[in-house]
């Protein structure tokens, strides 16, 4: 077996002193999947550490990975993710994925915080009031998506309408306003929940959208991309990554 030196390296940076026992029981897949990942993916992606780590725990709880972000958890933190940031994917993952997804999340969040001693709760990142929300989560539409999502919460017929307002208040006057992640950061783990769980492609279309009229540019969102394949495997990956495309036709 050889493993190469990037890839030890690169995984003694993420789990120091840990060695897993997968070297004994399946040496012939630790060889392939650790060149990959940590060696060949690195070399391609052009992402720093903490917004690797980012789109990783992002798109883990996409696509219900609840076993391997238990194992990333103190990995990202290694590498610069703070105990805030972590909290403000798992809070806004609820927008996108439901609770009934994220619940298990949640939980082993807050267990691995309180397991390396971080006091909980953390301080709050709100900036919101219910009544303001609403206005708040426009502005933050606006400043992301443009000028035509002003007045969204009012558009829709009668008996829809309040998904739009709710969209409005609730996803982005509840979350994204939040303290924690900058508008950039939160486009980009919207990207990654969005991506990660599959059959959204219209709304990946949007987001991918959005993320390059706010600075996560065409060759950021493929190098976010490439460094998911580990994680999420080629379809999902192939899927967002034709979304992209449609998005800067």
């Not at 959204?200 to 950021?220: T, V, Y």
Request: net charge negative; with cysteine; charged share 20%.
């Amino acid at each position: 077996m050889t493993i190469s030196q990037q890839a030890q390296h690169y995984h003694e940076k993420m789990f120091p002193g840990y060695q897993s026992d997968f070297l004994r029981t399946d040496p012939e897949f630790i060889e392939r999947f650790d060149n990959f990942a940590f060696d060949t993916v690195l070399k391609q992606d052009g992402l720093n550490d903490q917004t690797r780590f980012i789109a990783i725990l992002a798109s883990l709880v996409g696509c219900q990975g609840i076993d391997e972000f238990k194992a990333m958890l103190p990995a990202a933190m290694n590498f610069g993710v703070t105990a805030f940031e972590i909290k403000e994917i798992v809070y806004q993952a609820v927008a996108y994925l439901g609770i009934g997804r994220v619940f298990p999340f949640l939980k082993a969040m807050n267990l691995f915080f309180e397991e390396v001693n971080i006091s909980l709760p953390l301080a709050s990142q709100s900036n919101t009031k219910v009544e303001d929300r609403l206005k708040a989560g426009e502005e933050a539409q606006i400043a992301i998506f443009g000028e035509s999502m002003r007045g969204f919460s009012n558009q829709g017929s009668d008996e829809s309408q309040h998904i739009n307002r709710w969209l409005v208040e609730n996803c982005f006057g509840d979350y994204y306003t939040r303290s924690g992640l900058n508008y950039r950061k939160r486009e980009l783990i919207t990207f990654c929940f969005l991506m990660s769980q599959g059959g959204c492609e219209p709304q990946l279309i949007s987001h991918a959208s959005a993320n390059i009229r706010i600075g996560n540019d065409k060759s950021f969102l493929i190098g976010v991309l490439s460094t998911l394949i580990p994680y999420v495997g080629y379809p999902r990956v192939l899927n967002g990554l034709n979304c992209v495309n449609e998005a800067t036709k």
